[in-house]
Nanobody
């Protein structure tokens, strides 16, 4: 059974950095794209970034382009989200999810994202 577990959240000041990790188990990572999503209080969940199954293609929401970097290590079955120059608007619970998609570029708007993790809280505040 495909399972994803997020970690790495915390409290950081504006302009600071965090690296989120998503540990995957129960599936062959070469066949799945992995995405990061976030949900702020009172708001809908939105896509942040995703990476294709072999890491060739990456997609970013406009709000995080140039600040966030997604990467993956299929041997370790890990996906990372490096977040730099954090802003208060980045405060949210961050989730990772998977989609069966072999080598193709991923679409954050797809309704097929699944196997959601439990989330990790990121709070950006002075």
């Amino acid at each position: 059974q495909l399972q994803l577990v997020e970690s790495g959240g915390g409290l950081v000041r504006p302009g600071g950095s965090l690296r989120l990790s998503c540990a995957a188990s129960g599936f062959t990572p070469d066949y799945y794209a992995i995405g990061w999503f976030r949900q702020a209080p009172g708001k809908e969940r939105t896509g942040v970034s995703c990476i294709s199954s072999l890491g060739v293609h990456t997609t970013y929401a406009d709000s995080v382009k140039g600040r966030f970097t997604i990467s993956r290590d299929n041997v370790k079955k890990m996906v990372y989200l490096q977040m730099n120059n954090l802003k208060s608007d980045d405060t949210a619970v961050y989730y990772c999810a998977a989609i069966f998609l072999v080598q193709q570029a991923c679409d954050l708007a797809s309704e097929r994202w699944g196997s959601w993790g439990q989330g990790t809280q990121v709070t950006v505040s002075s």
